[in-house]
């Protein structure tokens, strides 16, 4: 009788064991899948209660190959893998929007000298509209004279028409003027955000250009 002790087979032992009492085109896999009761069963093929209920698809020495997924397991897979690939599309998206940004504005110099670009611009259509108020504001007083005339106020139709026109004028030039104003405003707001933002930007590429200018030998 043998001194030594009995050792339990290891389970990769065990599967190929099993896997040489099968035929030689059976060995190929093996399938354990769920039936819809709830238990198990193992089979040579895939079944059609492996493709509803799941299981697994082993190698001959018992790994797992693959894992087979439920219809239900297949859709929360692939929204999953959705989700993913959009919260990747975002980060890339933010990753270039800021690559895009700090070249545009390398520093601060360039960001002001913009803003006083944009500035300048609207400051322009104001300058316009008031140099145009002024004028109609002389007209408005020849016609205001030529008025006096006629105390009762039945105008004559021409100078009538000249003042409604006159006052509708000072009207579209007096919104332009405000409106520009608040677009001044608007782009004051802007670029003190961007700043905000490119603050911190120009901070992390300083910081990892003088990482990488440390880290180089040829600077040192």
């Given at each position: 009788?043998?001194?030594?002790?009995?050792?339990?087979?290891?389970?990769?032992?065990?599967?190929?064991?099993?896997?040489?009492?099968?035929?030689?085109?059976?060995?190929?896999?093996?399938?354990?899948?769920?039936?819809?009761?709830?238990?198990?069963?193992?089979?040579?093929?895939?079944?059609?209660?492996?493709?509803?209920?799941?299981?697994?698809?082993?190698?001959?020495?018992?790994?797992?190959?693959?894992?087979?997924?439920?219809?239900?397991?297949?859709?929360?897979?692939?929204?999953?893998?959705?989700?993913q690939d959009a919260l990747r599309e975002r980060t890339l998206r933010r990753q270039r929007e800021r690559r895009a940004l700090i070249a545009?504005?390398?520093?601060?110099?360039?960001?002001?000298?913009?803003?006083?670009?944009?500035?300048?611009?609207?400051?322009?259509?104001?300058?316009?509209?008031?140099?145009?108020?002024?004028?109609?504001?002389?007209?408005?007083?020849?016609?205001?004279?030529?008025?006096?005339?006629?105390?009762?106020?039945?105008?004559?139709a021409d100078l009538r028409s000249r003042m409604d026109m006159n006052r509708q004028e000072r009207r579209q030039e007096l919104a332009l003027?405000?409106?520009?104003?608040?677009?001044?405003?608007?782009?004051?707001?802007?670029?003190?955000?961007?700043?905000?933002?490119?603050?911190?930007?120009?901070?992390?590429?300083?910081?990892?250009?003088?990482?990488?200018?440390?880290?180089?030998?040829?600077?040192?």
């Open positions: 009788m043998p001194s030594h002790a009995f050792r339990p087979l290891s389970r990769a032992a065990l599967w190929a064991a099993l896997a040489g009492c099968l035929p030689a085109g059976a060995q190929a896999a093996v399938f354990i899948c769920r039936d819809a009761q709830g238990g198990t069963v193992t089979t040579d093929h895939l079944s059609s209660a492996c493709l509803q209920y799941g299981g697994r698809e082993l190698n001959p020495d018992g790994s797992v190959q693959r894992v087979i997924l439920t219809p239900r397991q297949q859709q929360e897979q692939q929204q999953q893998q959705q989700r545009r504005y390398p520093n601060d110099a360039v960001l002001q000298a913009a803003q006083s670009s944009d500035l300048h611009s609207v400051q322009a259509l104001i300058d316009a509209a008031q140099a145009r108020l002024q004028v109609l504001q002389r007209e408005h007083a020849h016609l205001a004279e030529d008025a006096q005339f006629y105390p009762s106020g039945n105008y004559p003027v405000a409106s520009q104003r608040q677009q001044m405003q608007r782009i004051r707001k802007r670029y003190a955000g961007l700043h905000a933002r490119l603050r911190v930007l120009w901070a992390r590429r300083d910081a990892a250009e003088a990482a990488a200018g440390v880290a180089d030998p040829a600077t040192r």
